[in-house]
Structures are given as structure tokens and as C-alpha cells.
């Protein structure tokens, strides 16, 4: 039951981050339930930078396929390291993005582990300009961790 509400909060959480990120142009600090503390404030960075967690050791690495990314769909891969550079496989990845200047244009999905620690999902970008894209890690016995990437999409 515990496992149950805690899944529960963690996805009112990650809807809350999302909606605040859609009608937001900087990052707000966000109140979490006792449960769910983050592993990293969420500061934006550029979508082919590492950031690296102080609170639980990880590395995580965003990229996308096309790159830079473009209208239409859009492979977003998840590289995730523990400190000493081993690939971290037992996570739960889920990926969410809006467009910073069109409401109502955004995705929300959870990555497919693959395999060393690399983490997918394809979405459709459905506007070109500066998306928010939000990666939300969670592993068994560790904090959450969040980070917040900006994306330039091209158009056709």
C-alpha cells in the first residue's frame, strides 16, 4: 500500500512540475511531500550538458536524435552514470516537455530502459522555439531527482 501511495504522489508531483514548467519561462521553486524529496533543484541547463547530483551520485546526460531537434519526431535519450562512471540500469525514467511559448503544446512519457544505462522515448514535437523538457529519475531507496533541460526546436 505504501509502494502504492507513493507512486501516487510521485505522478500528482511530476503533473504539478509539468503544468508549473508549461506556463513558466524560469524555474519555480516547487514544494514536494515528505516522500519525494529532489535529488537537484531544477536549474535549466543546455539539453547536451552533464549534470551531476551531489545528493545520490548520478550523472545524467540528455541528447536527441536529431540533433538539434526539429518539428515532428524526436528520439530524447537518457544517459545515466552513478559515481564511479558504471551505468545505472534499475531506474525509472519519465520525460516531459512544453513548449515555452504555445500552451497546450507539450509531451509527457516514460523512457524504455535499453541497456549500460541508457534510457529512451520518441515524441512529436509539434512546434518549432523553446521547449522545457523535464527528466524525472527515480530508483528504489534514492531521492528523486529532477533536472530541467532547455531546447531549441527547429522548423521545417
Not at 6 to 29: D, G, Y
Not at 139 to 149: K, L, N, S, V, W
Request: glycine share 6%.
Amino acid at each position: 500500500m505504501q509502494n502504492k501511495s507513493r507512486a501516487w504522489l510521485e505522478l500528482i508531483f511530476f503533473v504539478l512540475t509539468f503544468a508549473l514548467a508549461a506556463c513558466a519561462s524560469t524555474p519555480t521553486p516547487i514544494a514536494l511531500p515528505p516522500t519525494a524529496t529532489p535529488a537537484l533543484s531544477p536549474t535549466r541547463v543546455p539539453p547536451t550538458a552533464t549534470v551531476t547530483s551531489s545528493a545520490n551520485n548520478l550523472r545524467v546526460t540528455l541528447t536527441t536524435n536529431p540533433s538539434p531537434p526539429g518539428m515532428g519526431n524526436v528520439e530524447f535519450v537518457i544517459q545515466i552514470r552513478d559515481a564511479n562512471n558504471q551505468p545505472v540500469n534499475d531506474a525509472v525514467v519519465q520525460i516531459s516537455g512544453s513548449d515555452m511559448m504555445m500552451y497546450g503544446m507539450a509531451f509527457f512519457g516514460k523512457a524504455i530502459a535499453q541497456e549500460n544505462g541508457r534510457y529512451v522515448l520518441i515524441s512529436n514535437l509539434d512546434s518549432e522555439g523553446a521547449w522545457n523538457i523535464t527528466v524525472q529519475v527515480s530508483r528504489p531507496g534514492a531521492p528523486i531527482f529532477f533536472q530541467m533541460f532547455d531546447l531549441a526546436v527547429r522548423g521545417y
